[in-house]
Antibody
Framework: QVQLVESGGNLVKPGGSLRLSCAASGFTFSDYYMNWIRQAPGKGLEWVSYISSSNTYTNYADSVKGRFTISRDNAKNSLYLQMNSLRAEDTAVYYC?????????????????WGQGTMVTVSS | QSALTQPASVSGSPGQSITISCTGTSSDVGGYNYVSWYQQHPGKAPKLMIYEVSNRPSGVSNRFSGSKSGNTASLTISGLQAEDEADYYCSSYTSSSTPYVFGTGTEVTVL
């Protein structure tokens, strides 16, 4: 079935680095824009980054620009998020999510498949 | 980019209809027909319920409907059921440097 599975979350000290991974299965991964979206404990959702289907375009939230890097390997059906200079406020569950497409048309505002999330805790 | 404004909580009895509002600005909700809604049960990932203001993905109950007027979008749940008890988030495309913004979230309680 269509599935996204995140991994790589951990406890890290402020200023440290972490790399998250998201393994996709059940769909043609290379056809879809992919996103990272996070949720701090007890808080709302925050979009973090997206990458285009062919690795050409990326975009980041202002809160992570210059510190996080999104990438993908279509041959491995995998999405990544390299997080550097981590701060306490980066503590959250990180979800990978697929941009919604239907009937050959993709909606720029919707994310239809989400992983179960991976927890990142930044604390000394 | 500030989060879109939603009521913290909305409640209703089984069978009733409720409406959740999502207020933004002309740079997001009011400027584009790109508003989506998500349902999130505790400890679970969000689920897409509405996209592009009023469209339902395949498999989503027609008890869920979306609309927009000016800078405010709305999600209506009709025939409220116990399984609808969850948190709901709106999201919009924006013209700012951060292209997507989510709402503050609304906790729906079925009385």
């Amino acid at each position: 079935q269509v599935q996204l599975v995140e991994s790589g979350g951990n406890l890290v000290k402020p200023g440290g680095s972490l790399r998250l991974s998201c393994a996709a299965s059940g769909f043609t991964f290379s056809d879809y824009y992919m996103n990272w979206i996070r949720q701090a404990p007890g808080k709302g959702l925050e979009w973090v980054s997206y990458i285009s289907s062919s690795n050409t375009y990326t975009n980041y939230a202002d809160s992570v620009k210059g510190r996080f890097t999104i990438s993908r390997d279509n041959a491995k059906n995998s999405l990544y998020l390299q997080m550097n200079s981590l701060r306490a406020e980066d503590t959250a569950v990180y979800y990978c999510a697929r941009r919604y497409c239907s009937g050959g048309s993709c909606s720029p505002d919707a994310f239809d498949i989400w992983g179960q999330g991976t927890m990142v805790t930044v604390s000394s | 980019q500030s989060a879109l404004t939603q009521p913290a909580s909305v409640s209703g009895s089984p069978g009733q209809s409720i409406t959740i509002s999502c207020t933004g600005t002309s740079s997001d909700v009011g400027g584009y027909n790109y508003v989506s809604w998500y349902q999130q049960h505790p400890g679970k990932a969000p689920k897409l319920m509405i996209y592009e203001v009023s469209n339902r993905p395949s498999g989503v109950s027609n008890r869920f409907s979306g609309s927009k007027s000016g800078n405010t979008a709305s999600l209506t749940i009709s025939g409220l059921q116990a399984e609808d008890e969850a948190d709901y988030y709106c999201s919009s495309y924006t013209s700012s440097s951060t292209p997507y913004v989510f709402g503050t979230g609304t906790e729906v309680t079925v009385l």
